[in-house]
């Protein structure tokens, strides 16, 4: 089974838009979903999109202030009570079988601990998170019915949808809270877990159909301003990727946020 770890700060359309199309898939059990200090509106968002889910089991913590997508993630995976947890950012929209096909190719190998999805097509994929390209076919029916399918997989980055086991985070640690706001954390966190846990095949995996989709690429203006604002003050910090080279070169020291 899965848990969804949601954290969120005013932009419930988009995050209700992502949990529509991934917890009609059975595994997700659970969502554990940190707010950090939303507006009303924004939170009955969301509220009313669980309402249409009764079966899910929806933990929420709600916080007096935004603490940065780290220190939340962080207390959504301490929370989460499935062995299985999913990390969406709350603005991905997966296609229908999409968590199922992650969940068969992480079970797959029992040494593989993470598998994550990027929207676009391999060949986009920057050419550092890549590592050397390999296929494999996933049996079973995909989108259209022609059976067997064949999907692309390249060792590298996780970005934007990653379903990982809990024993990744004592392998790798857990994400940093010392980045920022909203970005920056899952890098740090998906190329320390690589440098850590590579015999366990941590995979970027790029669906061939692109049925996963970043929602605000589609349509930036359904971001709140404030949200937009902190977004482009997070880019221009170039402290930040100097950070995570200096971390790197210190062999990725894992981060522990708990005693």
């Not at 933990?59 to 603490?67: H, I, V």
């Not at 993470?114 to 076919?137: D, L, Q």
């Not at 995909?142 to 399918?149: H, K």
Request: proline residues 7%; hydrophobic residues 40%; aromatic residues 8%.
């Amino acid at each position: 089974m899965i848990s969804l770890a949601l954290v969120t700060w005013n932009r419930g359309a988009i995050v209700a838009e992502s949990l529509c199309s991934v917890l009609p898939c059975p595994l997700v059990t659970e969502v554990v979903w940190v707010d950090q200090n939303s507006e009303d509106l924004e939170v009955r968002l969301i509220d009313e999109t669980f309402d249409l889910f009764p079966r899910v089991l929806v933990t929420r913590c709600s916080l007096p202030q935004n603490l940065g997508a780290g220190w939340g993630l962080n207390r959504a995976f301490a929370l989460a009570r499935n062995p299985l947890v999913l990390v969406t950012d709350g603005d991905v929209r997966l296609g229908a079988g999409d968590v199922d096909r992650m969940a068969e190719i992480l079970n797959a190998k029992p040494e593989r601990l993470a598998v994550a999805v990027y929207p676009r097509e391999p060949s986009t994929v920057p050419e550092r998170y890549r590592g050397p390209m390999f296929a494999e076919t996933i049996q079973g029916p995909n989108l259209d019915g022609r059976g067997a399918e064949r999907v692309a997989l390249a060792r590298g980055l996780p970005m934007l949808c990653n379903l990982f086991k809990r024993e990744l985070l004592g392998v790798a640690g857990w994400m940093r809270e010392d980045f920022g706001q909203c970005e920056w954390n899952d890098n740090e966190w998906a190329e320390r877990a690589m440098h850590h846990a590579s015999s366990s095949g941590y995979d970027l995996l790029a669906f061939a159909d692109r049925s996963c989709v970043h929602i605000p690429d589609e349509d930036k203006s359904r971001e709140p301003a404030a949200y937009w604002d902190m977004k482009v003050r997070e880019f221009e910090d170039r402290t930040k990727p100097a950070r995570i080279l200096e971390l790197a070169q210190q062999g990725y020291p894992p981060f522990r946020p708990f005693p």
